[in-house]
């Protein structure tokens, strides 16, 4: 591994502080390494990846002598050194024909990989789509078809979705307009049966045509603009559970604040909790009334006795009793 040296100017130290670990990380950067020997049609398949994958990758001419599964410590140089998250390795071999090993690190050590074998009878580049390709950049819109992907037990399926994401993905956004949704990635498998052999991954790419229709909204159709590739599915390398728990975890502050007693139903609508405390029914306003009210500057004592005095007092006339009879 590359040694670790403290920097001698500012702008290497710049440098390191743009390599370490950062609350919002960078967006993945990936490297296509060739390996010692491979086809025609890897080498199609890479430049075509390339292009939907620009600006985030980089690509090395020079073949390396790598097997990843045996020893990856190449693979760990190249993204320490490149600052890359992701590797495609391309390898041919007669029992691995036309190989793409997709490979993800974390801290610049390998966190998984898959190989996918390109089936060369249904590949076709981007060139042999005589149309209009998608803006450079753009951020593609993703679908995966299939209920293979949605396993949710570890599988390789489960594994290849996770990293075509990763691969796909961009740049992260907060808001997307609806202009720059020009092309569309399409990822699809069958199901899986014990009779038949493992079901392949079907990629290809669409570009996105509006057209009037109308009405207010247009009508949306689809057009292939290429590649197309099919991939049988190899070996795989699966995250240890430890190395994959510390990728995931994120720093303090980025998740927002969630507000208390505040919860969203079914239908979208915005529901808050009110928590009323003990009340005081002693302060609690009742109904006016005259007779109710105390005379100004008097206590309660005197008002009883008042009461007390009237009762006893034998000069007062009770009001009399109305006789019974018809009016």
Known sequence: MLRQAKPKNARAKRALDKRAPQEHENPKMTLFVPGNKTTNISKLAVKDLAVLKKPLCMKFTQKNEI???????????FANK??????????????????????????????????????????????????????????????????????????????????????????????????????????????????????????RVYRILTKRSGQKLPRIE?????????????????????????????PKGTEPKTKKNIDTDIMGDKVGKIHVGKQDFSALQTRKMKGLKRGRGASDDEEGTVVDDLQGHPSVEEPPTPKKGRY
């Open 82 to 203: 490149n600052d890359t998250s992701i590797l495609v390795l391309s390898l041919h071999s007669k029992k691995r024909p036309h190989c793409l090993t997709f490979v993800r690190t974390f801290d610049y050590r390998i966190l998984d990989m898959l190989e996918l074998y390109i089936v060369p009878e249904t590949f076709r580049e981007m060139q042999q789509f005589k149309n209009k390709k998608a803006a450079e950049g753009l951020k593609p819109m993703i679908a995966f078809h299939g209920a293979v992907f949605e396993n949710p037990n570890e599988t390789k399926y489960t594994l290849a979705k996770s990293l075509l994401l990763d691969f796909f993905r961009g740049q992260e956004a907060t808001g997307v307009d609806v202009e720059g949704l020009q092309y569309l990635i399409s990822v699809s498998a069958e199901e899986e049966d014990a009779s038949r052999p493992a079901p392949q991954i079907h990629i």
């Open 222 to 250: 689809v057009e292939e603009t290429g590649p197309r590739i099919d991939f049988r599915l190899g070996r795989e390398r699966f995250a240890e559970p430890n190395m994959m728990k510390d990728a995931l975890r994120k």
């Open 67 to 77: 097997h990843p599964f045996e020893d990856p410590s190449s693979l760990e140089f």
